[in-house]
């Protein structure tokens, strides 16, 4: 009977609607700070409503161009029609407006201004960019590169007769990784200071291709023969990876040795402690069998391995031997210690790490999960068994679950989406934009649901018995079209004014020559 987020909202509102808890709590808060407000949700204004004071004890602080949380629920025409009313009505509130940028340089402040000058209105963002919103220079604002657009005209002929064929994403990390070389062997910070990997941040759409990108620059070597060092705040995913499913069987095998399925399958994994193949196990049980007859057939495969070590003067005896050894060794030591050392232990013992090592050349999603197991199940101290049978339970009921990286070396490129950036900012950004979704999909469902409007359905003729899209659909369309839109606009505001004395913008050309000649018609 557990509650998500949004159970503890709305059980939360419930609470304070009553006159008890909102008086209780108007009483005992003073002040209330809000941060992130372009953020909030209609459910989350009205818990702050609850219980905030006649009088005004509300500051409220958000920035609604870096509205990009759409997904979440989060409603920008809160703020707006917030600032509205304060701005006609000062009785209500006060609106303060913070202009100053402390971050970027005069250059890249003034090419934001000019995209967003053009760009953002209240009809295209849901806020009118006027010189209200217009970012203004500090005092200590430096001057640096000007910010600059290349185009990876993924259209060029690819043989002689002129063949065209689809952009292959690999000429969009081709120029990435240009200027990656040109920013380190040939620039310098602004105050002078030599450019390191840290300084860099590339911006991408998605997870997926922040990964790609870091594998792809992680190839790649300099002119003074620095190998290029990426890293991302990307996901990986827990219980689809082989080797992190062995691990877990052993996990499990840990809290209880009689579990034949997953000893068996730790058994048959392929590295130093074990390796062992189908044909080696049941030649074991063979061996058993024919000493013992069928009494031992049905008992667990630990005990007949012991009854195998005990009775049998073989090379593969002595293998079995050597593999129960680390086992016990390990269990033993289980019952005394946390998860960070067992795990440790295991990665030692049984050599599993060193083994991906050297079969991957990298060993690092150990690591990682070392992490997610230490931050998850830490509490537990040394009950292995009850790690082991939530781990169980974890891989029966969630078919695919993700962990974060975050990579603990911190001189190294970083490569993440534009959402997980906001708040953050770094010497030299390029975004990576490669075009959004297809808009043109029909994407309605024959009932949906809008705040404003209530229940949209199609059109039904009952004596024809057809159906079709209904006006109210098509206006609902259009509705979703320019939200999407406008957080689009939003998200290339929050990417571009994370830089802070270098910004590149890498865009995708199926056909530079026809763009340019277009551009030129129009001019």
């Known amino acids: 009977h557990g509650m ?43 818990i702050i409503e609850t219980f905030e004071r006649k009088e005004g004890n509300v500051f409220r602080v958000g920035d609604i ?43 890249i402040l003034a090419f934001a201004n000019y995209v967003f000058g053009q760009t953002m209105n209240r009809e295209a963002s849901e806020i009118e960019y006027d010189d209200t919103q217009r970012l203004s220079k500090a005092v200590e604002s430096k001057h640096g590169s000007i910010p600059r657009i290349v185009v990876a005209d993924k259209g060029l002929p690819k043989n002689e007769d002129g063949d065209r064929t689809e952009p292959d994403t690999k000429a969009v990390y081709a120029a990435v990784e240009s200027e990656v070389r040109r920013y380190l062997e040939e620039c310098t910070r602004v105050d002078g200071s030599k450019t390191e990997f840290k300084d860099i941040c590339i911006l991408t759409a ?45 996990l499990i095998c840990l809290g209880n040795e009689y579990r034949d399925e997953y000893l068996a399958g730790v058994m048959l994994s392929n590295y130093k402690f074990s390796n062992f193949t189908v044909e080696e196990l049941a030649s074991i049980q063979a061996f058993i069998h024919e000493l013992e007859g069928p ?98 339970q974890m891989k029966i009921q969630i078919k695919k679950a993700d962990i974060e990286i975050v990579d603990a070396n911190k001189n190294k490129i970083t490569t993440m989406t534009v959402h ?34 209530g229940f949209i359905t199609e059109d039904y003729d009952f004596d024809n018995i057809t159906r079709s899209h209904s006006f109210e659909q098509y206006i609902y369309k259009m509705k979703m079209r320019l939200a999407s839109n406008s957080e689009t606009v939003r998200l290339l505001y929050v990417a571009l004014t994370r ?23 129009r001019r």
């Open 295 to 392: 009494s031992l057939d049905k008992e667990p495969l630990m005990l007949r391995l012991r009854v195998y070590i005990d009775k049998c003067d073989s090379e593969l005896a002595s293998r079995v031997k050597g593999f129960v050894d680390v086992f016990d060794r390990i269990r033993m030591s289980s019952m005394v210690t946390d998860i960070d050392d067992i795990i440790e232990l295991i990665y030692r013992e049984t050599g599993i790490k060193a083994t991906l090592e050297a079969r991957e050349g990298d060993s690092s999603k150990f690591d990682v999960f070392k992490d997610w197991l230490s931050e998850s199940f830490k509490r537990r101290g040394s009950d292995v068994s009850g790690i082991s049978s939530e781990l169980e």
């Open 420 to 453: 997980k950036s906001k708040g953050l900012e770094y010497p030299f950004v390029i975004l990576v934009a490669t075009g959004g979704q297809d808009e043109r999909k029909d994407n309605l469902s024959s009932i949906m649901f809008d705040r404003d409007d």
């Open 65 to 107: 161009k870096q509205s990009i949380y759409k997904f979440r629920f989060a409603d920008p025409k809160i703020f707006g029609s917030r600032m509205d009313a304060y701005s006609s009505d000062p009785s209500l509130g006060k609106v303060h407006y913070l202009k100053e940028n402390h971050r970027s340089t005069c250059e």
């Open 206 to 250: 998605s997870n997926n291709q922040a990964e790609n990108i870091a594998r792809y620059l992680n190839g790649c070597t300099l002119k003074d023969g620095r190998k290029i060092e990426a890293s991302g705040r990307f996901t990986t995913d827990v219980f689809e990876d082989r080797d992190i499913h062995r691990l877990i069987n052993f």
């Open 499 to 521: 830089a802070k004395e270098k910004l590149i913008m890498t865009v995708v050309s199926k056909d530079l020559q026809k763009e340019i000649e277009k551009g030129l018609e």
């Open 4 to 46: 998500d987020y949004s159970d503890l909202e709305h059980t939360a509102y419930e609470i304070l609607k009553t006159d008890e808890a909102s008086e209780f709590y108007r009483a005992k808060f003073t002040e209330i700070f809000v941060d992130e407000y372009q953020d909030n949700t209609r459910l989350q204004d009205k």
